[in-house]
């Protein structure tokens, strides 16, 4: 609820995951804190002793994938050497008492983005960043195809120390492993709880909510206006086939998610066509968020539905979506021990500011 002052303090529940709430508290935002920076512009375009730059292949593991096949590569897939799971493991579990483990079998790769040391998202070409979102559905897909132990595939992409990126050159990560997480639990179980009661996909209300829903508030007693909701309000970017939306129940800030605008469950059956739409909504969005935070570090994640014979009834309830989560600022004590995100900027304010970007017109980037 916003005090006279337009100060909001009020908790927000998440509508996919009800069980997660978010305390919105304008007001913390001008106590004295440490705030993550953005870092500098790395416009390097090669460095010596960077193991992911062209020229250094030798200081990885041997490339899975190359794009293009044959030539110079723009994108480059290896194993990880330092895994998070490996598939030298056979699958097993102990236990013992109330304890239980299950060994850490998977795969753990790096896609290098570009070739290109220093250039940022933003700054890519539209044609790359659809080869690179491609390259992501191609390998997800060869990852369920060959093994069947794999239950999930998750595609993330670190930038910046905030971040957890130990390596400045442009990357993503692949973790294919063999139990579903809990966060994608929870979405597949809440929007499936969803679709029974209500027969449709709260990804797509939620769109449709986006793109008609106006409405006032009012206090009952006072008559005095609560909250306006503007059609549009939440929308920062909308491109031909996909959406960039900012969550009512922002954990982070400046939160972005970007979703498919016709239902689709499954990120390995989007068609070539759609990609390059994703491709051109991802540049803009990434574009807004440099513009406004200088230097952006942030995490992305592609969630989508599981590939296992038991979650085809996920088709028609769940949604495949980016979830973008720029890191402006480090989880305090509150945040940490009662598992409440705290988010001190309001999710309209950094929508109004995100759509006030005047973006230049498109160059021919790397």
Request: charged share 20%; hydrophobic share 35%; with cysteine.
């Amino acid at each position: 609820m916003a005090n006279n002052d337009g100060a909001i303090r009020e908790i927000r529940i998440n509508p996919i995951v009800p069980t997660e709430s978010v305390l919105v508290a304008t007001e913390r935002s001008l106590r004295p804190k440490k705030a993550e920076t953005g870092i500098p512009h790395d416009d390097r375009e090669w460095v010596a002793d960077c193991p992911f730059c062209p020229g250094n292949e030798s200081r990885t593991p041997e490339a899975i994938v190359c794009v293009p096949e044959n030539g110079p590569w723009a994108i480059r897939i290896v194993n990880n050497l330092y895994p998070m799971l490996g598939d030298e493991l056979r699958p097993s579990s102990l236990q013992f008492g109330l304890q239980q483990t299950i060994d850490g079998y998977g795969r753990h790769e790096v896609i290098i983005d570009h070739h290109h040391h220093g250039v940022a998202l933003h700054e890519m070409s539209e044609s790359h960043l659809e080869r690179l979102f491609r390259s992501y559905r191609d390998r997800m897909a060869q990852l369920y195809a060959t093994d069947e132990r794999i239950k999930y595939v998750l595609v993330f992409k670190n930038f910046g120390p905030a971040a957890g990126a130990s390596i400045p050159h442009t990357h993503s990560q692949i973790i294919a492993m063999p139990v579903i997480p809990h966060n994608i639990n929870a979405e597949l179980d809440h929007s499936l709880q969803y679709f029974q009661t209500h027969r449709q996909c709260i990804f797509c209300a939620l769109i449709d909510e986006a793109l008609s829903l106006e409405a006032t508030f009012y206090d009952q007693h006072s008559g005095e206006q609560l909250r306006k909701i503007d059609v549009g309000q939440y929308v920062v970017e909308r491109g031909r086939r996909f959406i960039a939306i900012k969550p009512f129940a922002s954990r982070y800030a400046w939160e972005i998610h970007i979703l498919p605008q016709n239902h689709h469950h499954d990120f390995v059956a989007t068609p070539d066509d759609d990609l390059q739409d994703l491709a051109t909504v991802m540049k803009r969005v990434m574009q807004r968020l440099d513009a406004v935070l200088d230097g952006v570090q942030y995490n992305f994640f592609l969630h989508s539905a599981p590939h296992s014979a038991d979650d085809h009834h996920h088709a028609a309830s769940y949604h495949w979506h980016i979830e973008i989560c720029p890191r402006t600022s480090i989880p305090s004590g509150f945040e940490l021990g009662s598992g409440l995100f705290a988010n001190t900027v309001s999710p309209e304010s950094a929508a109004q500011q995100l759509r006030d970007v005047v973006l230049a017109a498109n160059e021919t980037p790397p």
